[in-house]
Nanobody
Framework: VQLVESGGALVQPGGSLRLACTVS????????MGWYRQAPGEQREWVST???????DYSSSVKGRFTIFRDNAWNAIYLQMNSLKPDDTAVYYC??????WGKGTLVTVSS
């Protein structure tokens, strides 16, 4: 199983970014997928989850600004991030069922 994140970049406060995670695994569509992030000097924290049925959950810090969605035809999930804040600066990790993890993609929100 391999997860590869992409889309991280430097963006100004208030801007938007879309992260992608592609997964090499069979039966991708049956797994709960999620995003976590780790800011410098901080512990890794949960951001969002999407179940096999499409149910989504978000941490209070991103709810209303971030949207998670999946494309089972492409074995991929995405995280649309709007109204970005400097506090969103972190390495973002994709996870499959909290058992498999990608190496992360860096998002920096700064003017």
């Amino acid at each position: 199983v391999q997860l590869v994140e992409s889309g991280g970049a430097l963006v100004q406060p208030g801007g938007s970014l879309r992260l992608a995670c592609t997964v090499s695994a069979s039966n991708f569509d049956i797994y709960t997928m999620g995003w976590y992030r780790q800011a410098p000097g901080e512990q890794r924290e949960w951001v969002s989850t999407i179940t096999r049925g499409g149910h989504t959950d978000y941490s209070s810090s991103v709810k209303g600004r971030f949207t998670i969605f999946r494309d089972n035809a492409w074995n991929a999930i995405y995280l649309q991030m709007n109204s970005l804040k400097p506090d969103d600066t972190a390495v973002y990790y994709c996870t499959m069922n909290s058992n498999y993890w990608g190496k992360g993609t860096l998002v920096t929100v700064s003017s």
